[in-house]
């Protein structure tokens, strides 16, 4: 009798991820998810959800990774799903292999390879939580008031700013006059990415330390 339960929990499991399946519509057609950012590489987007309510099954067509207040997460293409927390999620648009954790436990129960990030984020709080062969993900923080140069890439990274983040951005051209910047402030979930002819700062202007999700990006060009 005990067995004949389990396969019915299990039978009921598979068939209601099953409808969850049939269910899920792209998440491109999900109406609490808002495309803020889009290239070759990535898609960014803010869900956006009022309390008690949840989205639509949907499934992502490529590979993603998003934050919550749990921390970074990564899943692969396909799965249908729901979700009932405010997230920012990339979207990897380009095929990603050799997934792993880096200083963070990303993926359960996978060793940690924990390692500092290259020599351009020198002096940065920058701590690299996963990465795949073709994609680094981690969260940097700047002290208030502090200031910080996003570093120079041939593919330049992506900085996100993340909840309760007050920042701002001074950026020119290379070897352009100081009194040539351009200066904006920068809202939650909007993308920094600064074009690499240019010299970008990002500050502190709140009073408590300021977060980025920061994906960088290697292998082939655009």
């Given amino acids: 009798m005990r067995f004949k339960l389990v396969n019915l929990a299990l039978a009921a499991l598979s068939g209601a991820s099953f409808a969850l399946a049939q269910q899920a519509v792209p998440a491109t057609r999900e109406p609490h998810h808002h495309a803020v950012y889009a290239d070759s590489r990535v898609r960014t987007v803010d869900v956006q959800i009022e309390p008690g309510e949840s989205t639509l099954p949907h499934r992502h067509d490529s590979d993603y990774a998003w934050i919550d207040d749990a921390g970074i997460h990564f899943s692969r293409a396909g799965l249908a799903h729901a979700e009932r927390n405010h997230e920012v999620i990339v979207e990897l648009l380009q095929p990603q292999t050799g997934p792993r ?24 709080n920058l701590e690299i939580q996963f990465e795949t062969d073709q994609t680094r993900i981690g ?32 950026s020119r051209v290379n070897g352009a006059p100081t009194g040539s910047s351009s200066r904006r402030i920068l809202s939650a979930v909007e993308v920094l990415r600064a074009p690499a002819d240019h010299v970008s700062e990002v500050r502190n202007l709140g009073k408590t330390t300021a977060r980025f999700l920061v994906v960088e990006f290697g292998g082939e060009g655009e």
């Fill in 101 to 124: 954790n880096v200083c963070s436990e990303v993926l359960r129960g996978e060793y940690l390879h924990c390692h500092e990030p290259g020599s351009e984020w020198l002096g940065a």
């Fill in 139 to 170: 969260i940097l923080r700047i002290a208030p008031d502090a200031r910080l140069a996003v570093p120079p890439a041939e593919v330049p990274p992506l900085l996100i700013p993340l909840e309760g983040t007050e920042a701002e951005v001074v």
